[in-house]
RNA sequence: GCACCUGUAGCUCAGUGGAUAGAGCAGUGCCCUCCGGAGGCAUGUGCGUAGGUUCGACUCCUAUCAGGUGCACCA
């Protein structure tokens, strides 16, 4: 609202309209540049003077509103200073008004979107570089939730394929298969497909029986499946990830969509037989290197699968159509997107994020180098509660979940997409400085001083003087929560955890500063003391409204 | 070889083309008579390299070096 004002105000003076002038404005970063600024720079060649000229004369000729308390040119830029009372009233009063919507832009009220994330193969235990697409996933899915879209989260269920194939195989005439087991069982049975021709060869046999509609071979196949997907979301329901929908791979095998696909390819003239028999998509056009759709018995490859499957989800004509991916999947799913657009529709979105590496190098299944997730969360839990016995409390597994699992999530959030993750089981572990612990820490100490000052059950419909806020620390906490709503909308545009989690760190050190060094419950008098418990009220507000966001539960003690 | 992503402090990372590039960790020295110390204070010669665009570049463009990832019957 402070920019608009600005904006129209330097409407009147300059040629440019408002829209123009309100995209050149800043965020001061220093406060003896005030707190909005506007560089006359690009005004210069219009006006034909020199930019602190322009500076100097927009200033004489501005007439201030209320709202601002001050506005002085600084060589060549201007600088607007709001006035402290009535920003810190307007800033408390939105959030008080708006409560757990503050911040959201209420965009997709009315949408409806669809977010596919997750998807693993349903063949082990999540390491925790698949569980990286669940909690990117888990967060735009939860950050759209904010913005008012209806969200629906599918997972795509790879139940057919080569390597559901091989751990079917693996599996035997086992009656009993447990979740436990699949790693090691898939681990063996690669390493002995990979030496003998004859397994391998078993391995397609079943495939083709499964495609060609054996009923006991396709049983069989679900069976494992679902133990597989069983324990995965397990894993991820306790972290707070969720999913609506779970779509099998497998019925695009059995409703003729798969030929479909085929056909309208070969009408295009988009696919082509190779000599080996496989029918192969040419992608020329795009730049794209081909893409191999079947083998050379005709069954279908994954990606004819996904084909059909994106087709499926294009057909639901949501809002927005969103897919998390690995960075590893990029020119993959260009290839899936090229092939979808020349079949008539729009693709998803995607949002790409990098991989989980450990400091000592890549992570490998094969050489037993993978970090599972689940492991991560338990050593986390005993870590938490650890710290919960040393701060002289009783045991409290409960609790101890709460504030590692934030821990776990956090420890994942905090790196942007595009970046790998370097996972450091000490740094992971650690519970100071840039952590979840640290800001539950925040979130706690406003719980505390509310409660001594007995201020959840206080009636605080009475007026306040919002001018007593005038302390730095009161006055940059107040800063801190204006932006929240800024920062959503940069995560909205970015899809990347990071963002929040930043502006989360932020808010929780600039509550400490307050936190040292303005008393709420022996403040100076009562006045202040009221402006204070409306304020810390506020942190608490937009602490919980970004918690939802990155998926962080809230406990009441540490 | 081609394509995409990433090079910012010892380490891990922030940084919508605008003023003096910031955090956390580790190190060093301090602070528990203070609404909870999972805390706070002090301490720093850093934007891979070279050009270019611009009034202005960590940010955009080109080249180059380094790391990651992908590129024909895995999914």
Same mark, same amino acid.
């Given at each position: 609202?402070?920019?608009?004002?600005?904006?129209?105000?330097?409407?009147?003076?300059?040629?440019?309209?408002?829209? !123009?002038?309100? #995209?050149?404005?800043?965020? /001061?970063?220093?406060?003896?540049?005030?707190?909005?600024?506007?560089?006359?720079?690009?005004?210069?060649?219009?006006?034909?003077?020199?930019?602190?000229?322009?500076?100097?004369?927009?200033?004489?000729?501005?007439?201030?509103?209320?709202?601002? /308390?001050?506005?002085?040119?600084?060589? *060549?830029?201007?600088?607007?200073?709001?006035?402290?009372?009535?920003?810190?009233?307007?800033?408390?009063?939105?959030?008080?008004?708006?409560?757990?919507?503050? +911040?959201?832009?209420?965009?997709?009220?009315?949408? #409806?979107?669809?977010?596919?994330?997750? /998807?693993?193969? *349903?063949?082990? /235990?999540?390491?925790?570089?698949?569980?990286?697409?669940?909690?990117?996933?888990?967060?735009?899915?939860?950050?759209?939730?904010?913005? $008012?879209?209806?969200?629906?989260?599918?997972?795509?269920?790879?139940?057919?394929?080569?390597?559901?194939?091989?751990?079917?195989?693996?599996?035997?005439?086992?009656?009993?298969?447990?979740?436990?087991?699949?790693?090691?069982?898939?681990?063996?049975?690669?390493?002995?497909?990979?030496?003998?021709?004859?397994?391998?060869?078993?391995?397609?046999?079943?495939?083709?029986?499964?495609?060609?509609?054996?009923?006991?071979?396709?049983?069989?196949?679900?069976?494992?499946?679902?133990?597989?997907?069983?324990?995965?979301?397990?894993?991820?329901?306790?972290?707070?990830?969720?999913?609506?929908?779970?779509?099998?791979?497998?019925?695009?095998?059995?409703?003729?969509?798969?030929?479909?696909?085929?056909?309208?390819?070969?009408?295009?003239?988009?696919?082509?037989?190779?000599?080996?028999?496989?029918?192969?998509?040419?992608?020329?056009?795009?730049?794209?290197?081909?893409?191999?759709?079947?083998?050379?018995?005709?069954?279908?490859?994954?990606?004819?699968?996904?084909?059909?499957?994106?087709?499926?989800?294009?057909?639901?004509?949501?809002?927005?159509?969103?897919?998390?991916?690995?960075?590893?999947?990029?020119?993959?799913?260009?290839?899936?997107?090229?092939?979808?657009?020349?079949?008539?529709?729009? *693709?998803?979105?995607?949002?790409?994020?990098?991989?989980?590496?450990?400091?000592?190098?890549?992570?490998?299944?094969?050489? $037993?180098?993978?970090?599972?997730?689940?492991?991560?969360?338990?050593?986390?839990?005993?870590? #938490?509660?650890? +710290?919960?016995?040393?701060?002289?409390?009783?045991?409290? *597994?409960?609790?101890?979940?709460?504030?590692?699992?934030?821990?776990?999530?956090?420890?994942?959030?905090?790196?942007?997409?595009?970046?790998?993750?370097?996972?450091?089981?000490?740094?992971?572990?650690?519970?100071?400085?840039?952590?979840?612990?640290?800001?539950?820490?925040?979130?706690?100490?406003?719980?505390?001083?509310?409660?001594?000052?007995?201020?959840?059950?206080?009636?605080?419909?009475?007026?306040?003087?919002?001018?007593?806020?005038?302390?730095?620390?009161?006055?940059?906490?107040?800063?801190?929560?204006? #932006?929240?709503?800024?920062?959503?909308?940069?995560?909205?545009?970015?899809?990347?955890?990071?963002?929040?989690?930043?502006?989360?760190?932020?808010?929780?050190?600039?509550?400490?500063?307050?936190?040292?060094?303005?008393?709420?419950?022996?403040? !100076?008098?009562?006045?202040?003391?009221?402006?204070?418990?409306?304020?810390?009220?506020?942190?608490?507000?937009?602490?919980?409204?970004?918690?939802?966001?990155?998926?962080?539960?809230?406990?009441?003690?540490?």
């Amino acid at each position: 609202m402070y920019i608009d004002h600005i904006g129209e105000l330097l409407a009147q003076h300059v040629p440019c309209d408002k829209e !123009e002038i309100k #995209a050149l404005i800043v965020k /001061s970063d220093n406060k003896e540049h005030g707190d909005f600024a506007f560089p006359c720079f690009p005004l210069a060649k219009k006006l034909r003077k020199a930019p602190a000229a322009i500076a100097a004369e927009l200033a004489e000729k501005i007439e201030l509103p209320d709202c601002f /308390s001050k506005c002085e040119n600084v060589g *060549p830029y201007l600088n607007f200073f709001v006035d402290q009372a009535h920003f810190n009233g307007y800033v408390i009063g939105e959030i008080s008004e708006k409560k757990d919507r503050y +911040g959201s832009s209420g965009i997709g009220v009315g949408k #409806a979107c669809l977010l596919e994330h997750t /998807s693993i193969n *349903p063949n082990a /235990s999540p390491h925790i570089g698949r569980a990286r697409n669940a909690i990117v996933g888990d967060f735009v899915g939860r950050l759209l939730k904010f913005e $008012g879209y209806d969200v629906k989260v599918h997972y795509f269920v790879n139940d057919i394929g080569k390597q559901i194939s091989m751990l079917v195989l693996g599996a035997g005439e086992r009656e009993e298969v447990k979740f436990d087991d699949l790693l090691n069982l898939y681990v063996d049975i690669n390493n002995r497909v990979k030496e003998d021709p004859e397994l391998e060869k078993q391995v397609f046999d079943l495939l083709y029986q499964l495609e060609n509609g054996d009923e006991a071979v396709r049983k069989r196949f679900r069976q494992i499946v679902d133990v597989c997907i069983k324990g995965q979301t397990a894993i991820f329901n306790e972290l707070g990830i969720f999913y609506d929908c779970f779509d099998y791979e497998s019925q695009f095998l059995f409703d003729n969509s798969l030929e479909d696909i085929i056909r309208q390819l070969l009408d295009k003239g988009l696919v082509f037989e190779d000599d080996l028999g496989r029918y192969v998509v040419n992608l020329e056009k795009y730049g794209l290197s081909p893409l191999v759709i079947t083998r050379a018995d005709k069954t279908s490859l994954y990606p004819l699968r996904d084909i059909a499957y994106t087709i499926w989800k294009c057909s639901h004509n949501t809002d927005k159509n969103i897919i998390i991916l690995g960075q590893d999947q990029e020119l993959y799913f260009k290839q899936i997107a090229a092939i979808v657009t020349e079949l008539g529709h729009r *693709p998803p979105e995607v949002v790409h994020y990098s991989f989980v590496m450990l400091v000592d190098g890549k992570m490998s299944t094969r050489q $037993g180098t993978v970090v599972l997730l689940e492991d991560f969360m338990r050593e986390a839990v005993n870590k #938490a509660d650890e +710290g919960i016995v040393e701060r002289g409390d009783q045991s409290d *597994p409960e609790r101890a979940k709460r504030i590692a699992y934030g821990a776990v999530k956090y420890s994942m959030e905090k790196t942007s997409n595009e970046r790998n993750v370097i996972f450091d089981w000490d740094k992971a572990l650690s519970f100071d400085g840039d952590t979840g612990p640290y800001i539950l820490y925040s979130y706690v100490r406003i719980n505390s001083i509310l409660k001594k000052c007995g201020a959840d059950s206080a009636d605080l419909t009475g007026a306040v003087d919002y001018s007593l806020l005038n302390r730095e620390a009161e006055s940059d906490l107040i800063t801190q929560l204006y #932006a929240f709503p800024d920062v959503v909308q940069k995560a909205v545009r970015e899809f990347s955890p990071h963002v929040i989690t930043h502006y989360i760190f932020d808010l929780a050190k600039k509550f400490s500063a307050f936190y040292r060094e303005c008393q709420v419950m022996n403040a !100076e008098d009562v006045q202040l003391k009221n402006a204070r418990i409306r304020l810390i009220l506020s942190v608490r507000q937009v602490l919980e409204n970004a918690f939802g966001i990155i998926g962080m539960e809230t406990v009441e003690h540490m």
